[in-house]
């Protein structure tokens, strides 16, 4: 046990020796493709919600393709398939980023955590009470104005809790991304694995910093609460 | 050909990721109204394990249980196999897999469980109890029917996020439909198409599983008014 710390306790960490790995990794596909889903998730939650079928409806469908199937399979598509075909190859551009498991993954992540991010805040947008919205309308806001302002605000404050829980679901999603030779938590640990044949302390290892991620996330997002939702708490004397 | 030849081995896989996915949900809600009722027990003793099972289950990511318990569960077997002399076991991975998901999901089934006992009226109960029922015709007859109706939503839930989980258990070696789909495409050079039919089969078990539970989620809440708004 103490040998496999003392012998890759920098890997786990940060670094293997080569290139960023273990908790720096993870952290980074989970910030990058959060961040990613998050911002193409704001417009789209909005055209969700939209009455006219033409803009719904193709929303709907991106988020049902995506909420229904594995995210290993989307990931496995956007890996080894695309860049199977022959137009990917032949174009540089494309070929460059495809070739890289890490973009491949990243881009994997983000769209697969943006269509479960949109429905949450479509929700949320749904969860409004109509007479916030009727008062922005009331006031002679424009739509740029009334969403800007009252919508998006509003949607991003009431869907804290569960986004809170997406990301951490989002986390746990982050493992499969060793099957595209990036090399995360899990990675490192299916490393030490192999060398040190000590499955237990190598997976547990990984588990408890997995854990320890989660926690850190779970209090953070409870101050954001704290600080975003008072508004919505019963008030004492 | 249809799929050059390779549909049988993708349906072969398709059925193997559906037998264990419902054995695994069957064990799972077993696991889960065990847990729930371990954790609404008197006994501190008993709520504390299923508070730890609970809390450590959800916050590791389900690969890496996964690859835990299979890795360590074969060397433990090994050692014990080895301290009496016998030959190595090799564990099954499909029974493996069950096992794991099991384990895993039924800390899921035990927080849905538990909210759902909770919202059952504790009139309810105390009626049962004032009927003279014994706590299992009490169970059987008043808490589970209808707690059966506030924990649908959340096994829905649950069941569509073990399918999608059980795309992982082809890393621990079974042959589900990722790894057919991943075989023919590697055969036939064509990765892309196999990929997506591996997706559009999850596809068609989460379309016909949301049919059905939206059948069930009807079924289960006759007699319950709504407000018309």
């Not at chain 1, 398939?81 to 973009?103: A, K, Q």
């Not at chain 1, 409870?222 to 708490?233: G, I, K, M, S, V």
């Not at chain 2, 794991?100 to 899921?108: D, E, Q, R, V």
Request: with cysteine; aromatic share 14%; hydrophobic share 55%.
């Amino acid at each position: 046990m103490s040998d496999i710390i003392q012998n890759y306790w920098q890997a786990w960490l940060w670094n293997d020796g080569y290139h960023v790995s273990g908790v720096a990794m993870t952290l980074w596909l989970l910030i990058a493709s959060v961040a990613c889903g998050f911002c193409l998730s704001i417009p789209l939650a909005v055209a969700r919600v939209s009455s006219r079928r033409w803009i719904s409806g193709p929303v709907w469908f991106y988020t049902y393709v995506f909420r229904g199937t594995p995210l290993y399979i989307q990931l496995l598509i956007f890996y080894s398939g695309v860049y199977s075909l022959h137009v990917v190859r032949s174009v540089d551009l494309l070929e460059h980023f495809f070739r890289e498991g890490l973009n491949c993954t990243i881009l994997a992540f983000a769209l697969n955590t943006c269509a479960y991010t949109t429905e949450i805040f479509a929700g949320a947008i749904r969860a409004i009470p109509y007479g916030e919205i009727e008062a922005a309308r009331a006031l002679g806001m424009s739509p740029w104005v009334k969403y800007t302002r009252i919508i998006i605000p509003a949607m991003l404050r009431r869907a804290l809790p569960y986004y809170s829980n997406e990301v951490i679901l989002m986390l746990h999603a982050t493992t499969v991304a060793f099957t595209a030779t990036v090399p995360d938590i899990l990675k490192v640990a299916r490393d030490v694995n192999a060398a040190t044949y000590a499955s237990f302390e190598a997976f547990g290892i990984a588990a408890v910093l997995y854990a320890c991620i989660a926690f850190a996330l779970v209090g953070l997002f409870r101050l954001c609460e704290n600080r975003w939702l008072a508004f919505l708490r019963p008030m004492g004397h | 050909m249809f799929l050059s030849g390779f549909g049988p081995l993708i349906l072969a896989g398709t059925w193997v990721t559906l037998k264990l996915s419902l054995l695994s949900l069957i064990l799972s809600m077993l696991i889960g109204l065990a847990g729930a009722s371990s954790k609404l027990a008197k006994a501190s003793l008993l709520r504390g394990w299923a508070t730890a099972y609970t809390t450590l289950i959800r916050s590791v990511p389900d690969l890496v249980l996964m690859l835990l318990l299979f890795y360590s569960l074969q060397l433990g077997l090994n050692q014990c196999t080895e301290a009496l002399g016998m030959e190595q076991i090799d564990i099954d991975p499909f029974l493996a897999g069950v096992v794991t998901l099991a384990f895993i999901y039924g800390a899921y089934f035990t927080e849905t469980f538990r909210g759902a006992f909770l919202s059952v009226p504790a009139g309810q109960i105390e009626a049962a109890i004032a009927y003279g029922m014994t706590p299992w015709q009490s169970f059987r007859r008043v808490l589970f029917p209808q707690m059966m109706r506030f924990a649908l939503p959340g096994i829905a839930n649950n069941w569509q996020v073990l399918i999608k989980a059980t795309a992982l258990v082809s890393i621990i070696g079974l042959a589900d439909i990722v790894k057919a789909t991943q075989d023919a495409g590697k055969a036939t050079m064509q990765m892309f198409l196999f990929a997506v039919v591996g997706a559009l089969m999850y596809l068609l078990i989460t379309t016909v599983s949301n049919l059905l539970l939206i059948w069930l989620e009807n079924h289960y809440s006759a007699g319950v008014r709504k407000a018309v708004l």
